[in-house]
């Protein structure tokens, strides 16, 4: 059905409605079309209207995860840089035949009331920020990970999916997976024993992006300022293979969040989910360092960091840029540690259950990112966002792991990691990973008695008000302002719920 006959036919069961009703006032008339347009947008006969924000890169999987599937119309394709629009439209175009609208300002999707689901796969310092104004404009959102930027922003994004009545689901689509599944259930149901430590890794090789003299031109064919939205307006100062703006934004404070917030926010998710820890940490540390080359990224290659929950449990999580081998078979993973064995999942799919003598007992696969964007349109359809294999919360929850590693990581002191075993209180499982991790580097020839990393400064939260109660040698208000972040006029979140 057309958008026209859809709507001519909710006018025409209002009139009805009303004619039947006799005395039935304006607003009761009102109320019973919003009703009956909730109630078609939940049949799997109704066709959902999808527009697609950030189509370089990952956007693509967004545009497969729709583009011909549970009855979902790619409607419009929106990117701030027209020259890499090209392979969406044709994909889009040869499914549906027909060509979807091409939008470079995200705004102008907002008034299209036609528009039922915007999916977000900008760099991270958009995310929050077109969540929040996507679902007061009455839309559902699929958004890509790391849900925000920013801690705070997480919260906004929970209450305005509250406030407005929207599903929003992060992009963290392990969380789908059946293997995944499989294996998260094996550990929650106590087969593993009281899991005790879940460790992620994200062992990805990182090359340098090199060092460029001066500012550098953005692409002619993007809006610049358009890109840089919420966060200030800064000259590119990079270019390597990805360009000058693509892709290696990641290692840079302003839009990005290190590896950490890209590849490692997965396994963190993943690692909390197995630990079945809901809520903020009491008390965080993070260690490391941009080591093995000088370039122009900020973010650190090379970090390790220890979140301790309210029950005693803990959380570790590695990231290694340079070139490495496996930790326990897993190089972007996690291994869950048990009193009666442990549960290595290597991929996103699954993986092996192991007793305490390391015998093989159990294996769980399958998976694909399907399973998530399914996920997702269901819940659409049914309205019911506790159906989500990972909403807005879970998301928000898993993406100030990063944020907070990467406040303590900033808030700390330069020194070689030579000297960081005291930043983990003598808690063994850290102070082990801490020598591989050296290991790790003095096998590419980095010197870790001389060349300079971050000692973070130990975090102490609330779990309850998710703000910082104690920033150790750091400054106190400094610390909880790295929370959030200022707002370029005209792009402020706080304005929207």
């Not at 009303?18 to 799997?44: D, H, I, L, P, Y």
């Not at 890794?201 to 358009?226: F, H, N, W």
């Not at 590849?263 to 540390?285: M, Y």
Request: hydrophobic residues 35%; proline residues 4%.
């Amino acid at each position: 059905m057309s958008v026209f006959n859809r709507r001519e036919f909710l006018h025409r069961s209002a009139i009805l409605s009303a004619a039947a009703a006799g005395a039935e006032t304006a607003a009761n008339s009102a109320r019973a079309a919003e009703a009956a347009a909730a109630a078609r947008k939940g049949s799997v006969n109704d066709r959902l209207r999808v527009a697609v924000v950030g189509v370089r890169s990952r956007g693509m999987s967004h545009v497969a995860g729709f583009l011909g599937k549970n009855n979902c119309e790619i409607v419009a394709i929106c990117d701030v840089d027209e020259a890499v629009i090209g392979k969406a439209m044709t994909r889009v175009e040869s499914v549906q035949k027909q060509t979807p609208l091409y939008v470079k300002d995200f705004r102008k999707l907002l008034d299209d009331k036609s528009i039922d689901i915007i999916s977000v796969a900008t760099p991270n310092h958009w995310h929050a920020l077109m969540a929040v104004w996507a679902m007061r404009a009455g839309k559902d959102v699929y958004c890509e990970k790391p849900l925000t930027h920013n801690v705070h922003e997480g919260r906004l994004i929970v209450e305005a999916a509250k406030k407005y009545g929207r599903i929003c689901q992060t992009g963290t689509q392990s969380r789908s997976n059946p293997g995944m599944r499989e294996a998260i259930d094996y550990l929650l149901s106590g087969k593993a024993g009281t899991v005790e430590l879940a460790y992620g890794t994200c062992y990805k090789l990182r090359e340098s992006i090199g060092k460029v003299d001066g500012p550098q031109a953005p692409p002619a064919t993007m809006d610049y300022d358009l890109w840089c939205g919420p966060a200030r307006v800064i000259p590119p100062h990079r270019k390597t293979k990805n360009g000058t703006v693509h892709y290696d934004w990641h290692w840079i404070w302003e839009y990005g969040n290190g590896d950490f917030g890209n590849q490692g926010v997965h396994e963190a998710d993943k690692a909390r989910w197995g630990l079945g820890q809901a809520g903020f940490p009491s008390t965080l540390v993070s260690v490391g360092g941009r080591l093995g080359y000088i370039d122009d990224g900020e973010t650190p290659n090379t970090q390790l960091a220890l979140f301790t929950y309210p029950d005693g449990r803990h959380l570790m999580f590695e990231v290694r840029g340079l070139k490495t081998e496996p930790y326990m078979s897993s190089k972007v993973g996690n291994i869950w540690f048990g009193t009666e064995g442990y549960v290595v999942c290597p991929s996103y799919a699954g993986g092996f259950a192991y007793d305490r003598d390391g015998k093989k007992v159990a294996e769980f696969k399958g998976g694909g990112d399907q399973y998530h964007f399914d996920n997702f349109v269901n819940a659409v359809r049914s309205r019911k966002p506790e159906s989500l294999n990972c909403p807005a919360e879970e998301g928000h929850q898993s993406s100030a792991l990063c944020h907070l590693a990467n406040i303590s990581y900033r808030l700390g002191n330069e020194a070689p990691l030579s000297k960081a075993d005291a930043a983990f209180a003598g808690y063994k499982p850290a102070i082990e990973a801490l020598a591989r991790m050296r290991e790790h580097l003095m096998s590419n020839k980095v010197d870790v008695s001389r060349e300079l990393g971050r000692i973070g400064t130990v975090l102490t939260l609330d779990p309850k008000t998710e703000k910082i109660t104690d920033a150790g040698t750091a400054d106190l208000a400094k610390a909880n302002a790295m929370l959030f972040r200022e707002y370029r006029k005209g792009f402020d979140i706080t304005e929207a719920v």
